[in-house]
């Protein structure tokens, strides 16, 4: 399975992006996955960002609460990540897996830098 990022980019403070991870699966395969998000910032450890259970249920690093939103469409494959007010700080490589109990996937990354 191949899982790739897109919509990364430059962004200013305050402003939203809207990143995307499509996954080269049936939709029937991908709906049993969980999918997340995480970043990795220079010099930093790789960290959460969001969870989305094949239930549905989401989870959200406590920096990124009431501003990040995390969800899914099954139909294509598709796992979402929208970012709103963002942040200097939020500035990282954003990157995609999808897993079961038995595989992990994950995509290259993409690049969010907000600054001014």
């Known amino acids: 399975v191949q899982v790739v990022e897109s919509g990364g980019g430059l962004v200013q403070p305050g402003g939203s992006l809207r990143l995307s991870c499509a996954a080269s699966?049936?939709?029937?395969?991908?709906?049993?996955?969980?999918k997340g998000w995480y970043r990795q910032a220079p010099g930093k450890q790789r960290e959460l960002v969001a969870t989305?259970?094949?239930?549905?249920?989401?989870r959200y690093a406590d920096s990124v609460k009431g501003r990040f939103t995390i969800s899914k469409d099954n139909a294509k494959s598709t796992v979402y990540l929208q970012m709103n007010s963002l942040k200097p700080e939020d500035t990282a490589v954003y990157s995609c897996?999808?897993?079961?109990?038995?595989?992990?996937?994950w995509g290259q990354g993409t690049q969010v830098t907000v600054s001014s």
């Open positions: 699966t049936s939709p029937s395969i991908f709906s049993i996955y969980a």
């Open positions: 989305i259970t094949s239930g549905g249920s989401t």
């Open positions: 897996n999808v897993r079961n109990d038995y595989v992990s996937y």
